[in-house]
């Protein structure tokens, strides 16, 4: 056989192995797990992720606009987050009704522990063109969009950026250009810039509403947009609204919505939309041919991926097909920033949509960490932004290592946590009008687990996982303020979400049990006195469970709601369970706002503490 040939058969065995290769061009990335998402119900019958806190930051109010953003618009989306001068930034795009369409405006909020939020703050009104400028031909206003909001520059310097464009469509010839303007360590901002102009149009100093970014005497902030433009990682994100007829970007091809991270061997790995995903060996001057990740299965909505605090790596993403229905929100991770494992919920959580608008498609979406250079608060936790039906705002925090099981009992009596600050180990929804708060126990020493609601649409929930097991004891205290109106609602539920054990609180005073699919009053409360509960659950085919209540036994031998093999669980929540909007759910259809929307509910008020939990097999 001649050297030739040998050379060719090498060349096509090495090239035939590295097309199979994960972590190559051809598949930079895989997830290896076997969990999927069931799509009948809002936590996908996945695992959650432990310690999550989710917080809404800005909920959106029509009608008493001061108590939301100031302007009563009711689209809000595509959040970005950075952490600089020990604040924590959200900035978000905003328009009247629907996506897509002028008006539209960005704004801010911040946040010094991400937990209280100031009031958003607009840094990129609507945009006004000058004297003699007309929309042209086929549009049909101005608008806002941005794929990246921040950059923390070399210098020190917090450079806040968005796009203005024409509506409905500001990528390529509909684009106007980049703007950008310096967030001040006193809260205030410096004045608007143009940082790069559409390659598709005309557009420069003359024609547009703002100077470029040269005219600035300030050259420290000259300094800052000098080193982005020069940061192929970071502007490679503006490749959505303009990819660069005038070879910015060189030949780099890309997906919708960039998000990157360095792996351990150096190299970049890019993620896009629809499960693109692509390789970079140089810092981004170029990139491999993106490819389709069959692995990671996602639609339309964004995808996050970011090396953790505790060296590994992770991608949250809705890992659904249905690009109007973006639920639930997950997360995967690995060690090496290639194979990824243990598909986990961040959010479960779908609230009704308040507000009917264009292409406003359900649940936690678009979800944003901070990129690498852009801050790094304290502690270990993992931070992610995100908007809930493309009408509020809300911030995940995720504890690293990311995880799913505890071992051993829990016993919590919360009396060690500062009061307002973090629950560890409980997973935490708390709407702004449904905070979830550690505080001082009424009644009784120490402190305790408040969970308050006045949202006449959501509710306040907290959840606490244990060790998995097909016997289990379960006790807590209970107490319902003399304000309290509403309902707490107790399960103890498995691994998938499925409810055996389900007590309530009741708006009418009494507690409530399900035995098998019968409701039963066990007895009635008072407001203003703490209650003990024990519950003794044994999962699989006998599929029973004792309740007593005070140290008194009054229930013995209850049918579970519905079989299981074991429990994980602990929730406390303050409304009724919801499966709705489903996947069946109208989606574009123009309705007017919920009854009562904007308006406070009567108050839900509970107090819960002494938590302990066990599951043995």
Known sequence: MSSRLITLLIGLIVSISSRGQTGSRHEPVRYVGGETVDPTVHEGRLRYAIGVENRQTVRANRTHPEQADGHGWTYNHAPNLCYWNGLFYQQYLSNPVDEHVAPGQTLITTSSDGRQWSKPQVVFPPYVPPPGVTIPPGYKGYMMHQRMGFYVAPNGRLLVLAFYGHTEDPFGPGGIGRVVREAYKDGTYGPIYFIRYSSYNTWNETNTSYPFYKKSTDTGFIAACDALLANKLMTFQWWDEDNGKDGFYGSKKAG???????????????????????????????????????????????????????????????????????????????????????????????????????????????????????????????????SMNKEDMWIARIPTPVRYQVKGPVQENFDKLPLAGAVPEWNIYAPKWGPVTVVKAPGSEGNCLELRDTDPYDYARAIRVFQEGSRVQCALRVYAAPENTGRLEIDLTDRYGNRPVRLSFTETGNIVVLDGATERIIQPYQRGQWYELKCTVEAGPKGRFDLSIDSKSVLTDITLAEAVKSVERLSLRTGPYRNLPNRQTPNETQEPPLSGADEPAPLTLFYVDSVRLMGKN
């Open 256 to 386: 919708q919505a960039l998000s990157y991270y360095h792996r351990k061997d150096g190299q970049v790995v890019a993620l896009w939309k629809k499960s693109l995903t692509a390789l970079s060996t140089d810092e981004g001057q170029t990139f491999s041919e993106p490819v389709k990740v069959p692995t990671l299965l996602m639609s339309g909505g964004k995808v996050w991926g970011q090396k953790t605090e505790d060296g590994r790596y992770a991608i949250s993403y809705n890992p659904i097909e249905t690009t109007q229905y973006r639920y639930p929100l997950a997360i995967v991770t690995g060690d090496d920033g290639i194979t990824f494992d243990n598909l986990l919920l961040v959010q479960g959580e779908v609230p009704p949509r308040r507000f009917t608008g264009r292409w406003k498609d359900f649940g936690p979406c678009y979800m944003r960490g901070i990129e690498e250079g852009n801050g790094n608060p304290p502690g270990t936790d993992m931070w992610m932004s995100y």
